[in-house]
């Protein structure tokens, strides 16, 4: 029976919220002249982020920062804001900066992260880290240590992870991986040797996007391990909540 430590962890940590801010700018900062009627500036990156102010047609805006279909922009008055990068092609084009309207150069977005959690009654840390094929679909990879009181263990992972509502603050999705899962029994018992297995993990969480590159991320796991002197299947369950950072 799977056990249901995580899931109760993964409840209790969600109540918790840490987030970090850090926005890396462009190098090189543009200056465009709007040619829109006008262009609305949200909050944030997303639809799901309120418009709080706008600018006019003649006014020039300052490109600060970039973020899959979004621009952060400065105005004239020095208010920041987020404008869609469909609103903004006419200005681009008049301006002469092409690259700024590649769909690709905008969605392939690394991630790297830290994450704390359990699986079963044991806790565990992880690093993780993705590459985006498009706005759904990443290669993820992670490691974790997993520390018990009879053994400790490490687990590398390499699969795929999908997104469901790209662009929304709140995003689910879902992911699976195939792992190498290396166990390490504690010295002080009689039958102390290692072992190691192939592993199947499936996975499915919720990220929230806490600042435009800082993701708050918590996910539920469930393994099938296959372990080379072990005749039967082993199945545990993990939770996980940690910070993503976009580069």
Do not use: C
């Not at 002249?33 to 639809?47: K, N």
């Not at 704390?116 to 679909?137: K, Q």
């Not at 102390?192 to 996007?209: H, I, P």
């Amino acid at each position: 029976m799977i056990s249901q430590a995580p899931v109760k962890l993964l409840r209790r940590l969600l109540a918790a919220l840490a987030i970090l801010a850090a926005a890396p700018s462009l190098a090189e900062p543009v200056t465009v002249e709007v040619m829109e009627p006008y262009l609305e500036l949200h909050t944030g990156p997303g639809p799901g982020y309120p418009a709080t102010d706008a600018v006019s047609r003649g006014d020039r805006i300052t490109l600060i920062k970039r973020r899959t279909d979004w621009i952060k922009v400065r105005t004239p008055a020095g208010r920041e804001g987020w404008a869609a990068l469909q609103e903004l092609q006419s200005s681009l084009e008049a301006a002469r900066h092409l690259e700024l309207r590649s769909r690709e150069d905008w969605t392939r977005t690394p991630t790297l992260g830290v994450a704390a959690g359990v699986i079963e009654d044991d806790p565990l840390i992880a690093v993780t880290g993705s590459y985006p094929f498009n706005e759904r679909l990443a290669l993820q990879g992670d490691v974790w240590r997993v520390a018990g009181d009879y053994s400790s263990a490490w687990l590398y992972a390499a699969g795929l992870r999908y997104r469901f509502r790209p662009g929304h603050r709140l995003v689910p999705m879902v992911s699976a991986a195939l792992a190498y899962v290396d166990n390490l029994p504690r010295s002080t018992l009689v039958d102390a040797n290692n072992e190691s297995g192939r592993a199947l993990r499936v996975g499915a969480g919720l990220n929230y996007q806490a600042r435009p590159d800082v993701v708050l991320r918590g996910a539920l796991y469930y393994l099938k391990a296959d372990f080379s002197d072990q005749a039967t299947e082993d199945t545990f369950s993990a939770a996980t909540l940690g910070l993503e950072f976009l580069f």
